[in-house]
């Protein structure tokens, strides 16, 4: 977990390579729907897939619905310093960058849960 990924899909290729994929795409459509978003995740989404999938919801979250945006950064507990990494004014971009904190902050969830969890 000491690894710091340069991107989605590095994470994401981790992640499956830890067989803990599904683990996390469950994580993701928990949390989202904890803050009401919908997000239809079947477990069979590839990694592409769901990174495309990620950064529209987020895209749209923050174009149309702040409030709720806001809320989903608060129940996933992305930290807010991270977020002084995003250096763009760039709507697309923004919204990818913050698609990689995301799943950075859920990787870490799943990752922990793994490793600490009762077996």
Known sequence: MSEEYQSSLEL???ALSHQLYEKLVVQLAKDFSL???PLDLP??????ELKTLLHEKVYVLLLERFSEYLNLMYI????????STIESSDIVTVSEQVSFLI???????VWLKDKYGSR
């Open 12 to 14: 994401l290729e981790t």
């Open 76 to 83: 996933i507990d992305v930290p807010e310093k991270a977020f």
């Open 35 to 37: 803050a009401n978003i």
């Open 103 to 109: 799943l950075r902050r859920e990787w870490q969830k």
């Open 43 to 48: 477990l069979t989404i590839t990694p592409g």
